[in-house]
């Protein structure tokens, strides 16, 4: 009975939802994370009776024919890009982009990660890192006897120094963004790796060409929202139930033709 087959696709699609739903209600409180969505697709179909097919010598069609449906499959998970809330840290070296890109990180692997986490550190060299003590591209040292750090809203990153009256320019944060940042690959720890679907990224200054601007003392929160994750929740549910319910009718039906005697 196909039913079975039908309905055991959907309890694992919807099964895959709710991992998806978990994996955004568990990142509620992590920095700048982008809640997913998952993406279904309806499976080939069985063509008992093609539409259109002529019926009869006068060409009369089947005007909707009899097709049978195999049931659902994954399409995609969709990575849903929407700017957090920004939520005030206290620390000076904390930055939260307003719009559009992405820091530049340096793996160890020498290769580029991009992020939106910007809850940022100094390692023991004075220079700006990540929480898992990355390196931000360009490269920003601080001198170790600077008395206050200010990042403008275009990136630019100055240092007071004890003495002197002016501040002094030691480097300038820039960002990367991308035509399609749906398509980034995530690698865990708030990173991401460009794909071929991402595109190459264009950095640039913040502030200029559509690139999102910085501001200093904050961090940008998730976008997950609790009550629609909930809700998703309480509809794949019940989804999942349904379908374990079409096959124990299945089943049921089954057991009724084995009893039948000739």
């Known amino acids: 009975m196909q039913a079975l ?6 309890m694992s699609a919807q099964q895959l939802n709710v991992e998806v739903i978990s994996n955004n209600i568990a990142n509620m409180n992590t920095v700048a994370f982008k809640r997913q969505r998952a993406e279904f697709q309806d499976l080939l179909y069985q063509n008992l009776e093609r539409p259109g097919a002529q019926t009869s010598d006068q060409g009369t069609i089947v005007p909707t024919g009899l097709q049978i449906g195999a049931g659902v499959k994954a399409g995609s998970v969709y990575r849903i890009t929407e700017q957090g809330s920004l939520t005030q840290s206290g620390n000076k070296l904390d930055v939260a982009i307003q719009g559009r890109g992405y820091l530049q990180v340096l793996l160890p692997t020498g290769e580029t990660a991009f992020t939106r986490a910007g809850n940022l550190s100094l390692n023991d060299q004075g220079q700006l890192v990540t929480s898992d003590g990355y390196l931000i ?10 008395t206050d750090i200010m990042i403008s809203k275009a990136g630019q990153v100055q240092v007071a120094k004890a003495g002197q009256p002016a501040p002094t320019v030691v480097g300038t944060l820039e960002l990367a963004s991308f035509v399609n940042e749906a398509g980034l690959e995530a690698l865990g720890s708030n990173l991401y790796a460009q794909s071929g679907s991402s595109g190459t990224p264009i950095t640039g200054v913040p502030g200029v060409d559509g690139i999102g601007s910085l501001l200093q003392g904050y961090t940008e929160a998730s976008n997950v929202d609790s009550v629609t994750e909930i809700t998703a929740l309480i509809v794949a549910q019940r989804a999942y139930e349904m379908n374990s319910k079409v096959i124990t009718s299945a089943d049921q039906m089954l057991s009724t033709a084995n009893q039948v005697k000739s």
């Open 5 to 10: 087959r039908t309905a055991a696709t959907g």
């Open 137 to 146: 591209q360009p490269a920003i040292s601080i001198p170790s006897d600077s």
